[in-house]
């Protein structure tokens, strides 16, 4: 989660991003890292989702730090009210998105395969 923003513009504060890479990130002052824990059955997505919502960044926004840069605190992020479904309508709806996550992934990583071959090509080409 972006933890910190600029003062002039708030347009990543409370962000998140799904890391489809394992132990591959950098946490520090400016970046909080969010797991699941199980609870509830509550996947990746749901957080992915949640946390990216313009009702929920709204209301998290509202605790921010302002300084020199806008910044949340851990705390301000544990203590975000959240109303979470029952058990069974969480394992459902990861049933439900899981599938399409997996495309985007999927996709996104062939777009990057996609990528480096072009720029391999390029570079023969500029020979």
Do not use: C, W
Request: proline fraction near 3%.
């Amino acid at each position: 989660m972006s933890m910190t923003d600029m003062k002039e513009n708030v347009a990543l504060l409370g962000h998140t991003a799904l890391m489809d890479i394992n132990n591959k990130y950098i946490v520090n002052q400016r970046v909080g890292l969010l797991r699941t824990n199980g609870y509830l059955g509550i996947s990746p997505y749901h957080i992915y989702l949640l946390t990216n919502n313009p009702t929920f960044l709204r209301e998290l926004r509202r605790h921010a730090h302002i300084g020199v840069q806008v910044n949340l605190s851990k705390e301000d992020i544990v203590n975000s009210r959240v109303i979470y479904a029952p058990e069974n309508v969480n394992i459902a709806f990861t049933k439900m998105v899981k599938p399409l996550f997996d495309a985007i992934s999927l996709n996104n990583k062939e777009i990057q395969q996609l990528k480096d071959v072009a720029y391999q090509i390029q570079a023969q080409l500029s020979r």
